[in-house]
């Protein structure tokens, strides 16, 4: 089943950042998983916008979908090291 929650409000720590839903649920993951918001200033993570299905950093060039956050997923984006 999908999920139909969308995001309400997003904060951080120090090392991680937690979305509010509207179904009241609150995910929490580490900044880790996704490198661009980790190495971000602090006033460049709070520049961001909330859509039905996720959370959009325009200036960062991230997008993390809600549905993405309840799946566990990570940055899908990071370059993996390749096998000789």
Excluded: C, N, Y
């Excluded at 509010?20 to 993570?45: M, N």
């Excluded at 960062?60 to 799946?71: H, T």
Aim: hydrophobic content about 40%; aromatic content about 8%; glycine content about 8%.
């Amino acid at each position: 089943m999908t999920s139909s929650a969308e995001p309400t409000s997003v904060r951080f720590t120090d090392d991680s950042f937690f979305v509010e839903l509207d179904d009241g649920r609150t995910i929490g993951v580490p900044l880790a998983w996704f490198p661009r918001l980790l190495h971000a200033k602090p006033a460049q993570r709070e520049e961001f916008s909330l859509s039905r299905t996720g959370i959009h950093w325009e200036a960062l060039d991230e997008d993390i979908s809600v549905g993405g956050l309840l799946a566990g997923q990570a940055d899908l984006t990071r370059v993996r090291a390749e096998a000789a």
